[in-house]
């Protein structure tokens, strides 16, 4: 009976005694619910069969086969599992590039390959001693203690002391040969910068500091605000000089309150630009645009549309505007118009349109016409109906008639204030003359290029002249360039002894630069005799000495001595001067035999382009 009473309890005790093992907060939640697994399942089974049944439904109405759309599902099920195991492999073999699988192909790049190469580089790569280990140095394989400030080798191992001391002046010593060579570098860009007429002695002022600043991080800006018209100028040159003037740019430089906007460097602005210049500046008065290809036709309408108060206008390179708009230019402006400089035209600006600028603009006081292909005797000749000239720059491509130069200057010449004639290589000592008797207003002249004038010619020229002292020469090339007579004939052609010693003698009171570059036939003597030191010439600031291969270093140290004010010497081709003490403050340019320094105790600005000299 008892046996009987303890069966049912142990019955019990093993069903309550079942395993069962843990539960998820989903079972729990399906459960509390009374959502069966089957039940889902189920239901699943069901939908798929109402959908084939449906499928077939379809299918026989269409009269299509259930097989062929059975086949169409195994196609493509077919397709979407070989697109399954394509991304698969690519995953795959992303795992695979690790970093030691990156490390395996640069050593199998570089023709490391092999067993012995696996286990150089598992050497290579094992872990370094910790301070107090032993250790062998790698260059000298010297025993050494560890500590925290062992050096590594070029090769990944550890130096001894004096291995790492050695290393570390090897690295000064490069670190200085690199120094170095920065710094000829620089010195050269300093040179090469200084024919661009950059010369700025001492220190940089904040200002130019600042400048400097904003060209370097010119993408940044947004506006220059109210900068004064020499500073925009000064951005403006030093942007132009390094190529980064573009429609973003330009912007920067535009303002409606504005009358004057000089561009040194156009090359990369589209004719819209130049469209929008003007109509953001409407009330500009006077325009500078170098290299500016794009200016076409379409400017010169919308100029002559929004009636643009144009008073001064310099172009060059303006090859786009043709014939017929220029004389439309000149008709419209011919009242106002005062300034005109035109440079490198070589498609238009013919004689018959220049003849249009002398109808229309008669109150022109500044004309500057170099490098224009087409013009020739004719332009030449009209330009003395331009009775108002007081600035004339002419530089004619082709060959001229001297008797029409002569004429010129006659008419002319008692207004004129400014006279370049560069390249007239066929005028005589006629026209030399004339400038003695015609001109006596004149503080600047240059007359270059020219191998038929003779030395008596310019001697006469400043003999008694009633012109004052003048403040700007430019007389180089002025040479015979008969090569057979290396020494020039016994009358000297050119600029020689004479008219050099009667130039100084006229104008070197006043004289600020002089420019006698090539003119080969003034001798040692003379030059010696004008710079000897005692001779004074107060004001000179800027000379040319170039290919005068007869100075020497004693004539460079008289000049020194004889120009107090003296800033800058170009010296190119002197291969006399060697070794010349400079003095403090002056630039001595293009002497290969001077010292290391090229500028002694001078800071000079490489970074700032005054544009070319008129």
């Not at 192909?105 to 001693?129: C, I, L, Q």
């Not at 004096?162 to 090897?170: G, I, L, R």
């Not at 819209?272 to 500046?281: A, G, M, N, P, Q």
Request: aromatic fraction near 6%.
């Amino acid at each position: 009976m008892q046996s009987l009473m303890l069966w049912p309890r142990a019955g019990r005790r093993a069903a309550n005694n079942q395993i069962r093992g843990p539960q998820s907060a989903l079972t729990d939640f399906l459960a509390s619910n009374n959502i069966s697994a089957a039940q889902i399942s189920a239901d699943y089974e069901r939908r798929q069969r109402e959908a084939r049944q449906q499928q077939e439904r379809i299918a026989a109405a269409n009269g299509e086969s259930v097989e062929q759309n059975d086949e169409e599902e195994r196609i493509e099920s077919a397709a979407q599992k070989k697109k399954r195991k394509r991304q698969q492999e690519k995953t795959l073999a992303k795992i695979k590039v690790s970093k030691d699988h990156k490390r395996q192909k640069k050593r199998e790049d570089e023709g490391s390959d092999g067993e012995n190469d696996d286990v150089a580089w598992d050497m290579y790569t094992k872990k370094k001693p910790l301070p107090g280990q032993l250790e062998n140095c790698e260059n000298c394989e010297k025993r050494f203690t560890v500590t925290a400030y062992s050096k590594t080798g070029p090769d990944g191992g550890l130096l001894c002391t004096k291995c790492s001391k050695e290393q570390e002046d090897q690295k000064k010593k490069d670190q200085q040969s690199k120094k170095h060579g920065v710094s000829r570098d620089k010195r050269r860009h300093v040179q090469s910068n200084l024919l661009d007429g950059i010369v700025q002695i001492g220190s940089k002022t904040l200002q130019e500091l600042c400048i400097k600043e904003v060209a370097n991080n010119i993408h940044e800006v947004d506006e220059f605000g109210d900068l004064p018209q020499s500073l925009l100028k000064r951005l403006s040159q030093i942007l132009s000089r390094r190529r980064i003037i573009t429609s973003r740019t330009l912007d920067l430089f535009l303002r409606p309150d504005l009358e004057s906007i000089d561009i040194y460097d156009c090359g990369k602005l589209e004719t819209e630009d130049y469209i929008k210049l003007f109509s953001v500046v409407p009330t500009v008065q006077n325009l500078n645009l170098r290299n500016a290809g794009q200016f076409k036709d379409e400017v010169i309408d919308y100029m002559i549309e929004r009636d643009v108060p144009i008073r001064s206008l310099q172009l060059e390179a303006a090859n786009l505007v043709s014939n017929r708009k220029w004389g439309e230019f000149f008709e419209k402006y011919g009242h106002r118009l005062e300034n005109l400089k035109l440079s490198w035209l070589d498609y238009s600006m013919d004689d018959d349109t220049f003849m249009g600028l002398i109808r229309h603009c008669p109150n022109v006081k500044r004309l500057k016409m170099k490098k224009c292909f087409r013009l020739g005797d004719k332009a030449l000749a009209a330009m003395t109906e331009l009775r108002q000239m007081e600035h004339l720059s002419l530089r004619f491509p082709t060959a001229t008639n001297p008797g029409v130069l002569a004429h010129l200057i006659s008419s002319i010449g008692p207004g004129l204030r400014t006279l370049s004639l560069e390249g007239f290589s066929d005028a005589d000592d006629n026209a030399l003359s004339l400038i003695h008797s015609s001109c006596t207003q004149l503080s600047k002249l240059r007359f270059t290029e020219n191998d038929f004038c003779t030395d008596i010619g310019f001697a006469s020229l400043f003999t008694n002249w009633s012109n004052p002292a003048l403040a700007f020469i430019d007389f180089s090339s002025n040479r015979s360039v008969d090569y057979a007579i290396p020494d020039g004939p016994e009358d000297p052609i050119g600029l020689a002894s004479g008219g050099f010693v009667a130039l100084m003698g006229h104008s070197g009171s006043r004289l600020e630069r002089l420019d006698i570059s090539s003119c080969r036939h003034i001798t040692y003597e003379c030059l010696a005799k004008v710079f000897d030191g005692k001779e004074q010439y107060p004001v000179l600031k800027d000379i040319n000495i170039s290919f005068l291969t007869k100075i020497d270093t004693s004539i460079v140290a008289g000049m020194f001595k004889s120009c107090p004010e003296l800033i800058k010497v170009t010296a190119f081709g002197c291969f006399n001067v060697n070794e010349v003490a400079v003095p403090k403050g002056v630039a001595l340019i293009g002497v290969p035999n001077a010292q290391d320094s090229i500028v002694l105790e001078a800071d000079l600005d490489a970074d700032v382009w005054r544009g070319p000299t008129t």
